[in-house]
């Protein structure tokens, strides 16, 4: 689906996109691996990208409502973040994000952390908008887009 075609009812597939970094030594603690707070910062750029594609429009991120470290990555990995737009409101959003490094040498993949970021579309003015809505196509995009709306429902 190309960037024009993205409007109400697209699917989280059709908002997907992947970030890749080189875990480099000024990305690392002193133990060699990706520092946490570099991370975080990939995943909000990739997750607003998500956002920005299904929207068309400027986001701000309201919140991270959640980030699992599962395991550390090391100086010299690739690190994949995919990111997927989950869930939208009125004018939020949630944004899904998976991360993954290779070890370039054996060519081992692990899936490291998980994220959960919520955006906010914004006008030209800086005030929150309307969004477009995502359509669920898979049993997976439904079963992230019910929780979501659960704990929406439960914000309120």
């Not at 992947?18 to 910062?41: A, C, E, I, K, S």
């Not at 944004?95 to 081992?108: C, D, I, L, Q, W």
Request: hydrophobic share 40%; proline share 3%.
């Amino acid at each position: 689906m190309t960037g024009e075609q993205i409007h109400n009812g697209a699917t989280p597939a059709d908002t997907e996109v992947t970030m890749t970094q080189l875990v480099l030594p000024t990305d690392t603690n002193t133990l060699g691996n990706l520092l946490g707070g570099r991370l975080l910062y990939w995943v909000d750029i990739v997750a607003a990208l998500a956002a920005t594609r299904l929207v068309r429009k400027h986001v701000a991120t309201v919140s991270l409502e959640s980030m699992d470290f599962r395991l550390p990555v090391g100086k010299g990995e690739m690190v994949m973040l995919t990111a997927r737009v989950i869930w939208t409101g009125r004018t939020s959003l949630k944004v899904r994000v998976v991360v993954t490094a290779e070890n370039m040498f054996t060519g081992v993949v692990v899936h490291t952390n998980t994220a959960l970021l919520t955006f906010v579309a914004m006008d030209e003015g800086g005030r929150p908008c309307q969004v477009s809505q995502i359509r669920p196509a898979t049993e997976e995009d439904i079963t992230y887009y019910n929780e979501a709306q659960a704990k929406y429902e439960k914000s309120k």
